[in-house]
């Protein structure tokens, strides 16, 4: 058996999209709008677009070459929806959707997060996209008032319906026999029976692969296309790099 790619790299991701191309996959639309969750096994393929978003469009290709689809999830950044890199996206056959943050942008004011959130909805269909599913995008606080960007549809469960989407990446999910995995801060972690906020057990690449071949895997996985790179030398330079930023936040702040 060949060696695993350098975890983080355009290679590994290569690799992975081979291992699934046999099994069904699904988006997150697509898993929600089943009427019964699918036998096993079967994988629900998430990415959330924080920045670089080219990085997200090379790994659209990747999966494209291996008729893989899943949902990639963008934020509406300061200088608004990179929409070229969406539409890219979206060519390939892929679920785009929006990756929401408007808590932090209103700095806890509820009544002005759902406005940009559905005025962020508008937009996007307005492009024309769907955007039949969302996906919060977690940073801490920006204020007191709330513990993450989720709160806004935990709190006001009917805007899904208001904003005509099917569900939220996490909230509408049942967990009960779905192993969430993901790859959030260049770490990869394991949740059974998942819930935002708890802890995840640390696993790698290498036994995500592993469990692939398992007939009773029914796997949730989200990777994070930032911190996915092209060459080795990179996704060590950028990974080292992060580890010492927040090493020093750690620091600063305790």
């Not at 036998?39 to 790994?59: G, K, M």
């Not at 513990?147 to 909230?171: I, M, Q, S, V, Y």
Request: hydrophobic letters at 40%; glycine letters at 6%.
């Amino acid at each position: 058996m060949k060696p695993v790619p350098l975890d983080f790299t355009f290679a590994a991701f290569d690799l992975f999209c081979q291992r699934i191309r046999h099994m069904p996959v699904f988006s997150v639309a697509g898993f929600l709008a089943r009427a019964a969750p699918p036998p096993t096994p079967f994988v629900i393929l998430r990415l959330d677009v924080d920045y670089r978003e080219a990085h997200a469009v090379s790994l659209a290709r990747i999966a494209d070459r291996y008729n893989v689809q899943g949902t990639f999830y963008f934020r509406r950044r300061e200088q608004g929806f990179d929409w070229q890199a969406i539409r890219a996206v979206a060519d390939l056959g892929h679920e785009v959707g929006y990756h929401f943050e408007t808590l932090d942008r209103a700095r806890g004011d509820v009544v002005r997060a759902r406005e940009l959130f559905l005025k962020d909805l508008e937009a996007f269909r307005r492009a024309g996209f769907p955007a039949r599913t969302v996906a919060a995008h977690g940073a801490p606080p920006t204020a007191p008032t709330y513990h993450g960007n989720l709160d806004l549809l935990r709190d006001a469960p009917g805007l899904l319906d208001k904003a005509g989407l099917l569900g939220e990446t996490t909230l509408s999910i049942d967990f009960t026999n779905v192993a969430y995995l993901s790859d959030a801060t260049w770490r990869w972690r394991r949740y059974d029976h998942y819930q935002p906020g708890q802890p995840g057990r640390p696993t790698t690449l290498r036994a995500i692969l592993a469990e692939l071949t398992r007939r009773d895997a029914g796997l949730y996985i989200t990777f994070h296309p930032h911190q996915w790179f092209p060459h080795p030398a990179q996704a060590l330079f950028f990974r080292a790099r992060n580890r010492i930023a927040r090493q020093l936040v750690r620091r600063a702040t305790g």
